[in-house]
């Protein structure tokens, strides 16, 4: 069973970068197209970036232009490049495969954007 664990999130003013990153358990993982969701309170997880095994990606509309997702399959993990962040991108982050979800979900990291 591959396990995920999240980190990087904190407190950041609008405006501001943050870098999540998101390690996998297990070599499998390089296989498998893989995302960045994300929660905010009260709403739905949502898909806001994927990233296929080879390095194709793409971008929910509303991360398009300040969010870049990258992996590196050697260290088995995934990353979130946030930039230009805005209040409306607060929200627990999680990391999964995409857009199938096929591992156990992480603990998530919260990032919170003040304005």
């Known amino acids: 069973q591959v396990q995920l664990v999240e980190s990087g999130g904190g407190l950041v003013q609008a405006g501001g970068s943050l870098r999540l990153s998101c390690a996998a358990s297990?070599?499998?993982?390089?296989?498998?197209?893989m995302g960045w969701y994300r929660q905010a309170p009260g709403k739905q997880r949502d898909l806001v970036a994927r990233?296929?095994?080879?390095?194709?990606?793409n971008y929910a509309d509303s991360v398009k232009g300040r969010f870049t997702i990258s992996r590196d399959n050697a260290k088995n993990t995934v990353y979130l490049q946030m930039t230009s962040l805005k209040p409306e991108d607060t929200a627990v982050y999680y990391c999964?495969?995409?857009?199938?979800?096929?591992?156990?979900w992480g603990q998530g990291t919260q990032v919170t954007v003040s304005s």
């Open positions: 990233i296929t095994s080879g390095g194709t990606s």
């Open positions: 297990r070599t499998s993982f390089s296989f498998n197209t």
């Open positions: 999964n495969s995409a857009p199938i979800i096929s591992y156990s």
